[in-house]
């Protein structure tokens, strides 16, 4: 189905660019779907993002999610046990980071220009507590390498394929364990080391269905969720007695 | 062989999404940690907590997630587990209602302790050295003793004492405790509770593998009702706990608790069948390796240069 409704949208963007009032945006891009329900059958989830230039030059994604911040612990020996120690501090750290790119990043752009958009996950902007600490670049890179275990940074970006010079499309694994929230698609069209076009679009992950609800009420009226807890597995715990007593 | 990868792939892509632990698993392997650790409490009349908390951890399931779950799930293993020793017979009511004065209070003030130690950060290494230290103190004295009483067996003599005489027998307040078989102070099966919540509180764990050894060998109990009424008083304890930690934590995921829980039923009768054919001196020596090996791989992982030095905790929403 998604792909039926990526050849209607390309089609419609190949007319779109054949016409001369609309042939002045150099980039035109979007996601098959802004917003991914986190339902009780949800493992993580395919976004396609589609677009088109006009004219040949090569495409750069970045898909960041909400930031938070981070304390990252360092374990040191102490009396022959291993304990956390250490910790520092990061502020405004992106849930997720994702990225793709129709060329290896290194020959698209400068090195100035992808650390100030952000783009590669050692150019990934975290504010930290306290910057004149000698083990920050150690820290840092820790908590790089902890999002990259837990998917949440993807260290292999997609690759862009285009189709012809002009219509690109990507696909986007977002992991299970993504938080809820807001996360911003990235889209740039880089000609001869330069940024020519731009353009955001939003992606809304969010809970949806009886999973959503049962988090709701958790929150919401947690003395109450606490007691049907206990209910349910009191009822659970007399069903297998019934199920398996001995006849 | 395509019709077996596709069993296989089916099997493999059973996803479920649960809500507060905020991951997808398979539903399988969730099926089979629940029956694995149902069928060493069939075995040994321990809920298994203690294996099934870092179990879950290690898949994937958020440390405070899994620790309040566990209790969750132990309420409806210990029910049906009571249940079915009611049914023989083998719940002293009145034993468990004195320990569960003593476990109310003790899980209590462990609760204060958790909250205070985790301000601290230092939770999980107060949690891992917890458990090395009991576990390790446990199954030395089950090898020891099941060792002892294989040896008696074998040589078909000097039956085990069923009265001990020591600084207890004058401890105030006696009670009469017909079904354990025991005229004892309230106070100690009391002060057992106590100690035990405190200790299940701060390692996630329904405790029965704490007290079980203590109402066996501190109390002298009559072995026949010690799991039925050690169930009775982990009941209330752990719905206490529960309630707590859904309404202060929001960290109790009834989805996970219930697939849990069905996986631990069936577990529980395949391990309660087999018990049935091994003797309980050999049962307990078994327990006694269980718990030791346990406690070693747990010591190890204290000790060890670990493969990973950091780690990460979400301190705040951003700004």
Avoid at chain 2, 117 to 131: C, E, K, M, N
Wanted: hydrophobic letters at 55%.
């Amino acid at each position: 189905m998604s792909a039926f409704r990526l050849i209607a949208a390309m089609l419609l963007m190949t007319v779109a660019g054949l016409h001369p009032a609309r042939a002045q945006a150099p980039l035109i891009a979007d996601l098959d779907d802004h917003l991914i329900a986190i339902t009780t059958g949800f493992a993580g989830a395919d976004v396609l993002l589609f677009g088109t230039t006009d004219g040949p030059g090569d495409v750069i994604v970045v898909v960041k999610g909400p930031v938070a911040d981070v304390e990252v612990l360092r374990k040191e020996r102490v009396g022959g046990i291993w304990i956390n120690r250490k910790g520092l501090g990061f502020q405004n750290v992106p849930a997720v980071y994702m990225m793709a790119s129709s060329k290896p990043l290194a020959a698209l752009l400068p090195d100035d220009q992808r650390a100030f958009y952000q783009m590669g996950i050692e150019n990934v902007r975290m504010v930290p507590v306290s910057p004149d600490d000698s083990d920050l670049k150690l820290f840092s890179q820790a908590l790089i390498r902890a999002k990259q275990t837990s998917g949440l940074f993807s260290d292999q970006p997609a690759r862009i394929l285009f189709i012809g010079d002009r219509l690109f499309r990507v696909n986007l694994r977002v992991p299970s364990t993504v938080p809820t929230g807001t996360y911003l698609a990235e889209v740039y069209l880089v000609r001869d080391q330069k940024i020519v076009g731009a353009q955001t679009t939003p992606l809304v992950i969010s809970k949806i269905g009886f999973g959503a609800d049962i988090y709701d009420f958790a929150h919401r009226h947690s003395a109450a969720y606490g007691v049907i807890a206990i209910l349910v597995a009191l009822f659970a715990g007399w069903m297998a007695h019934l199920a398996f007593r001995r006849r | 062989m395509t019709w077996a990868t596709a069993i296989l792939d089916w099997f493999l892509g059973l996803q479920i999404y649960l809500p507060i632990a905020e991951v997808a698993l398979n539903v399988f392997l969730l099926l089979g940690l629940g029956a694995g650790v149902g069928v060493l409490s069939g075995l040994f009349g321990v809920g298994g907590g203690f294996l099934l908390t870092p179990l879950l951890v290690f898949v994937g399931v958020p440390p405070a997630v899994a620790v309040a779950t566990q209790s969750n799930q132990v309420v409806a293993s210990s029910v049906s587990g009571v249940l079915a020793h009611w049914s023989r017979g083998n719940v002293d009511f009145k034993m468990g209602a004195v320990m569960l004065a003593g476990g109310m209070l003790g899980s209590s003030i462990g609760v204060a302790i958790f909250t205070l130690l985790r301000s601290l950060g230092q939770i999980d290494l107060v949690i891992a050295i917890a458990y090395v230290i009991t576990l390790s103190g446990i199954g030395i004295m089950m090898g020891v003793e099941s060792v002892r009483a294989l040896r008696r067996t074998r040589r078909s003599m000097a039956p085990a004492k069923l009265h001990q005489h020591n600084w207890a027998q004058g401890l105030p307040f006696k009670m009469r405790f017909r079904k354990s078989r025991l005229y004892i102070s309230a106070l100690l099966p009391a002060g057992i509770g106590f100690v035990v919540g405190i200790m299940s509180a701060i390692m996630g764990v329904g405790g029965a593998f704490l007290l079980v050894p203590a109402m066996i060998y501190l109390l002298g109990m009559a072995t026949g009702a010690v799991i039925g009424t050690s169930l009775f008083q982990i009941i209330f304890v752990q719905a206490w706990v529960t309630f707590w930690q859904a309404n202060t934590n929001q960290t109790v995921d009834v989805l996970l608790a219930l697939i849990l829980t069905i996986g631990g039923v069936v577990g529980a009768q395949i391990g309660g069948r087999l018990g049935a054919k091994l003797p309980g001196e050999q049962l307990r020596f078994l327990m006694a390796i269980v718990i030791l090996v346990t406690a070693a791989g747990l010591l190890y992982e204290l000790v060890a240069r670990p493969a990973e030095l950091f780690s990460i905790v979400i301190t705040g929403g951003g700004h």
